[in-house]
C-alpha cells in the first residue's frame, strides 16, 4: 500500500515554507507583540554580547523557526500522548524558568547562573525530547544553538549585573514574561 498522505505532504510543506520566511513581520501572525518584543530585548542583547550583528540574528532567526515549527507540529495534532506528556513537561520548565528569571530580576543579588543555565538545559533537552522523531538534525541543531547560547553563564551573569549595561533590556524583558505568566501563555 502506498504510504503518501497530502496531510502530511502540506504540514511538510507548510515546516518548509516557514522555514524561508521566518523575518520579523511574516511571523508576526504567528508571535504575539509581547514575545516579539522579549524576542528584540533577546537579540539586543545577542548583539550587544557577542558583538556580532550576524550571529545574534541568527539566534534569533532560529529560536523563531523552531516556535514556529512546533506551532505547526501541534496544529496538525502531529504529537502522540507521550510526546504531549514531555510537552507538559517542557510547558511547566518553561514556566518556572520564566519565574526564576523574573525573581532573580526583581531581588538584587539573589541571581544564581548554575540554576540559570540549569533550567535553559533542561528545556534544551525537554524540547529535544519532543521534536526527536519530528524535525531534521539541521532544526535540532537549531535548538541546541539557541539554548546553548542563552545559557551561556558568562552572558547570564552579565545579564543579571544589577550595574551592568544590560539591565534596561532585562527590565523590559521581565515585565513581557510577566505579561505573559498572567495570561497563562507560558
Not at 518548509?16 to 520566511?21: C, H, N
Request: hydrophobic letters at 35%; one cysteine or more; aromatic letters at 8%.
Amino acid at each position: 500500500m502506498d504510504a503518501f498522505s497530502s496531510k502530511d505532504m502540506a504540514m511538510k510543506a507548510q515546516k518548509k515554507i516557514l522555514s524561508t520566511m521566518a523575518t520579523k513581520s511574516s511571523v508576526q501572525m504567528f508571535i504575539d507583540d509581547t514575545t516579539s518584543e522579549i524576542l528584540d530585548e533577546l537579540y539586543r542583547i545577542s548583539k550587544e554580547y557577542s558583538g556580532n550583528k550576524t550571529e545574534a540574528q541568527k539566534v534569533i532567526k532560529d529560536l523563531i523557526k523552531i516556535a514556529v515549527k512546533i506551532g505547526v507540529l501541534f496544529r496538525n495534532n502531529r504529537f502522540n500522548k507521550e510526546e504531549l506528556g514531555v510537552a507538559q513537561e517542557f510547558k511547566k520548565k518553561l514556566h518556572q524558568g520564566a519565574m526564576t528569571a523574573i525573581s532573580f530580576y526583581e531581588v538584587d543579588f539573589t541571581f544564581d547562573k548554575g540554576v540559570m543555565a540549569e533550567l535553559l538545559t533542561n528545556c534544551r533537552d525537554l524540547l529535544l525530547k519532543l521534536v526527536n522523531t519530528h524535525l531534521t538534525p539541521k532544526s535540532h541543531g537549531r535548538i541546541n544553538h539557541v539554548f546553548n547560547h542563552y545559557s551561556d553563564t558568562e552572558l547570564l551573569t552579565k545579564l543579571y549585573d544589577p550595574n551592568g549595561p544590560f539591565r534596561p533590556n532585562l527590565t523590559k524583558i521581565c515585565k513581557g514574561l510577566n505579561k505573559l505568566v498572567e495570561e497563562g501563555t507560558i
